[in-house]
């Protein structure tokens, strides 16, 4: 699969604060494209499927990391849950 390389550029005193902290360029780079994934994500810009292909984690992984976040993978609405709910009690 082909891809686009996006630069994100931050202060050198900011870099070396986080340096110091054990981050490196790559790490950030991770940690960077998964927040951006999730946000992505949870403002509606990015299916979960295109969002997790984004952080190369995995589907199962990514939906772990969007728990860790307490980004709610399933977001129904108030209609979209009574319709839900109905086939269960349609069993009952």
Do not use: C, W
């Not at 981050?23 to 950030?28: A, N, T, V």
């Not at 969002?51 to 977001?75: H, R, W, Y």
């Amino acid at each position: 699969m082909a891809k686009v390389q996006i630069t994100v550029e931050i202060p050198e005193d900011v870099y070396l604060t986080l340096s110091s902290n054990g981050y490196s360029k790559g790490r950030l780079s991770v940690e960077a494209k998964r927040l951006l994934a999730a946000h992505l994500f949870q403002s509606g810009n990015l299916s979960l499927g295109k969002a997790a292909e984004m952080t190369e984690l995995g589907l199962e992984p990514f939906i772990d990391f969007l728990n860790e976040l307490k980004i709610s993978v399933i977001d129904y609405d108030e209609e979209e849950l009574d319709a839900e709910f109905k086939i269960p009690r349609k069993l009952i």
